[in-house]
């Protein structure tokens, strides 16, 4: 799903609507500066269980990209601004859920075959990619898919991946529970980020 919801698809819309150098920079770096919400994580998700809070997590990573169905509906810089907003949205929630999946791949496996497990995942990972590359390929070399339409097929097609991916995870079982939020710890990152900037 994320090749389909992900930046390369989301920087197309965007230039589909003139946007300016700046903005997609934003679009470049936002994957990258939305690790910002893992600081208010434990607010957000403290006491719940690992897979369902990851669950859901990944459930509304595609959701909010339903939100790209009114781009149609509008032009130029207010276009833009649904772009960047909807994808900043999504790069939150995806930066949450996928700080919720490692430790729930240590509950999977032992400390044996957690190296094999993960090296396994990051080759399946590859090929998926190369397909949904190809995949967008040919919907964007069809002369009445190229434009608008065929990047909202694209966008629609990540959110039903994405929609069948969070079923598989809400399959997944854990008992953990998401650490509560802890003052003391917080303002523990804070004064070592000041001490070693």
């Known amino acids: 799903g994320f090749a389909y919801l992900g930046p390369t698809v989301v920087y197309l819309l965007a230039i589909r609507y003139e946007a300016t150098n700046v903005q997609l920079g934003y679009i470049s770096s936002a994957i990258h500066f939305s690790g910002l919400v893992l ?29 790209y169905a009114a781009l149609p509906f509008l032009e130029g810089q ?11 949205l999504f790069c939150s929630l995806r930066s949450l859920g996928v700080s919720l999946l490692e430790p729930m791949q240590k509950n999977l496996s032992t400390k044996r075959n957690i190296g094999e497990m993960v090296a396994n995942l990051n080759i399946r990972f590859q090929p998926m990619g190369a397909i949904s590359q190809i995949i967008s390929f040919v919907i ?14 694209l966008e629609f097609l990540g959110v039903i991946t994405n929609t069948i991916a969070s079923v598989f995870i809400s399959r997944i079982p854990s008992r953990q529970k998401v650490p509560p939020f802890d003052r003391k710890s917080f303002s523990d990152v804070f004064s070592s980020i000041r001490s070693n900037p």
């Open 39 to 67: 600081l208010i994580a434990p607010i957000l998700l403290g006491n719940r269980q690992f897979g369902k809070a990851a669950s859901v997590i990944w459930f509304l990573r595609g959701l909010v990209c339903v939100a």
């Open 78 to 88: 207010r276009a833009v601004m649904l772009i960047l907003v909807v994808y900043t």
């Open 140 to 153: 964007l070399s069809i002369e009445y898919l190229s434009g608008m339409l065929g990047l909202l097929i």
